[in-house]
């Protein structure tokens, strides 16, 4: 015979067994308990042992047959009504996740929430996982493998290593002021500074590429204009002397040449020392050198990877390019979708259209370009159905472009905010700092 019930012999009542929640007494009958013998408190009359029942229970006095539990007495008074209706109701002004560790501890089932907490409790429980992902997750994302947000800007464990290393205390202040800029007033300026070259740097890049700008010498060679070789140079060399600054004083050169924001800027200005020891090679005349004009040229457009220098001075571009990485696979999602309906529309726009004179769509490969375009709304107007069913056919195809464009991205969307929000908050506490 099961423990308790032998010790509820010295009572009269011994169909009872008294609950102590809390400072909250409760009789309860066996019977009740009996139809939840899954919970903790039915669980308890099937104790063959005093040991058994402290499993269950915080203690147990066999003297009083009264058994100990050291958890909020108000929740318990929604669990004697549970034992009563055999339904759980939520608590108001309990955290979700407390109500969820309450239930679990008395053994109650989520199935056994009422219809008329359900939809609340599961409206808490999506407000709390976004809460929970935006600090949990998140947090993880930001610092897995060189791509973290916390890792785009300086970390307070960053600045724990610089203790025990050479010239401690000037790289550290240093390494403060050029990469958290609201640290004092210095800081700002160096980072009004950085951001102003990248702009002039940025504009310089524009204007040379306007015809009126370029110039040629005697041998009728095309020249860069004097003065935006200048800034040009001018601006290498401030973005040089900061990365190697940065590189110098950084607390872990591995992880420092890890991060995506100073591969950028390396890859913003290894093109001009390239570029340059490419002209010096080609005015020695080298034969081997055939293809060195080509070889300038692509190192030059690799300049306008200094427009991504402005993501170390926006926390929305930061966020962007985390949200791309961390979207992976609704990106993915959205290229099999399109690519599913491009495949489709543009069979069928070729067996509508081939046998019209007048339409240009007279093959499948021209059906994808037709298919692509119309598909994701740009519309070049370039090639287009002229046949009744060609037309119907492409409302079908743009209709079917927004509903699949539209799936995706809105997770996209929503990652995107919380990741800036999270972005602004980590500046502007570390701003306070």
């Given amino acids: 015979m099961p ?9 009269p009542d011994d169909c009872f067994i008294n609950v102590n929640v809390g400072g909250f007494k409760q009789r309860m009958e066996h019977d009740v308990l009996k139809q939840f013998p899954q919970t903790r408190l039915g669980r308890l009359l099937c104790c063959s042992s005093k040991e058994a029942i402290l499993e269950l229970c915080d203690d147990f006095s066999p003297s009083e047959m009264e058994y100990y539990f050291d958890r909020n007495p108000r929740f318990f008074c929604y669990v004697l009504n549970f034992y009563l209706t ?3 109701h939520l608590v108001d002004g309990l955290c979700v996740f407390s109500f969820i560790q309450e239930i679990e501890y008395w053994g109650i089932k989520e199935r056994h929430l009422d219809f008329c907490c359900s939809s609340k409790f599961h409206e808490l429980m999506e407000l709390a996982g976004d809460k929970h992902w935006d ?7 930001f610092h897995s493998a060189g791509s973290s947000m916390e890792e785009l800007s300086a970390s307070e464990e960053d600045i724990d290593v610089f203790e025990g290393s ?24 160096l980072a ?10 940025i504009v310089a890049m524009c204007i040379h590429s306007m015809p009126a700008v370029h110039e040629v010498d005697l041998s009728e060679k095309e020249t860069e204009d004097p003065v935006l070789a200048f800034f040009e140079s001018l601006c290498v060399l401030c973005f040089s002397v900061e990365f190697l600054l940065r590189l110098a004083v950084a607390p872990s050169v591995k992880k420092f040449l890890c991060s995506p924001l100073n591969i950028i800027d390396l890859l913003s200005i290894m ?4 570029t340059l020891a490419c002209d010096i090679m080609e005015e020695g005349e080298n034969t081997e050198l055939e293809n060195v004009g080509k070889v300038v040229q692509i190192l030059r457009l690799m300049r306008v990877f200094r427009i ?6 926006s926390a929305g571009l930061r966020s962007l390019g985390a949200t791309l990485r961390h979207s992976s696979h609704e990106i993915g999602q959205l290229v099999l979708f399109l690519s599913v309906g491009i495949s489709m ?3 069928l726009i070729y067996f509508v259209e081939k046998e019209s004179e007048e339409s240009e769509l007279q093959t499948i490969p021209i059906g994808w370009w037709w298919a692509t375009i119309s598909m994701t709304t740009v519309g070049y107007g370039d090639t287009f159905p002229v046949t009744l069913a060609g037309k119907l056919i492409g409302t079908v195809c743009i209709v079917c472009g927004l509903l699949i464009v539209a799936l995706p991205i809105t997770n996209i969307f929503n990652k995107f905010s919380k990741f800036y929000e999270r972005q602004q908050h980590i500046d502007l506490r570390r701003s306070y700092k």
């Fill in 271 to 274: 093109p001009f020392y390239v």
């Fill in 86 to 88: 055999g339904k759980i």
């Fill in 135 to 141: 600090q949990g997750s998140a947090e993880l994302q």
């Fill in 345 to 347: 529309f543009s069979v």
């Fill in 192 to 201: 009004v500074a950085s951001l102003s070259l990248v702009i002039i740097s």
């Fill in 166 to 189: 050479w010239c401690a205390d000037l790289r550290r202040k240093i390494w403060i002021r050029l990469e958290n800029p609201g640290h004092s007033t210095s800081a700002k300026v």
């Fill in 308 to 313: 991504l220098k402005l993501a170390r001075h």
């Fill in 3 to 11: 423990y308790g019930q032998i010790l509820h012999r010295r009572s």
